[in-house]
């Protein structure tokens, strides 16, 4: 199986009492190793996956720096006029993230 090819990983979000991602907590690659955890606003993250970037979920390795346990990619969805931030497969009215753990 390939590896999936990406530039970022999500690992957990902020959400609102609406379900709407608030902020988001990113790891950016950099060839081999990663940052440090970033946080980025929601408009930050949209424009990121729009502007062609790949976003997977995940989660870091405990003592493993540049390994993670990866998922799926994360999509953004226009529905009603609004971008909504979608994983997996199906139409949604709302941020749809259940596999990302909140912070």
């Known amino acids: 199986m390939a590896k ?8 957990a979000v902020r959400v ?3 379900g709407q991602v608030q902020l988001a ?6 060839g081999v190793v990663f940052s ?3 946080l980025i606003d929601r408009d930050d993250l949209i424009n990121r996956i ?17 390994v993670f346990d990866t998922g799926e990619y994360v999509r ?9 931030l979608s ?9 749809k993230l259940l596999s990302v753990p909140r912070f």
Request: proline share 0%; charged share 40%; aromatic share 8%.
């Open 16 to 18: 609102d009492e609406d």
């Open 87 to 95: 994983v997996g497969s199906g139409d949604t009215n709302k941020d």
């Open 25 to 30: 907590r990113i790891f950016e690659r950099y």
């Open 50 to 66: 729009n502007s062609g970037q790949k976003i997977l979920t995940g989660k870091r390795q405990y003592k493993m720096g540049s």
């Open 76 to 84: 953004v969805v226009s529905s009603k006029g609004k971008d909504l």
């Open 36 to 38: 440090d955890h970033l």
């Open 4 to 11: 999936k090819k990406f530039d970022a990983i999500l690992e």
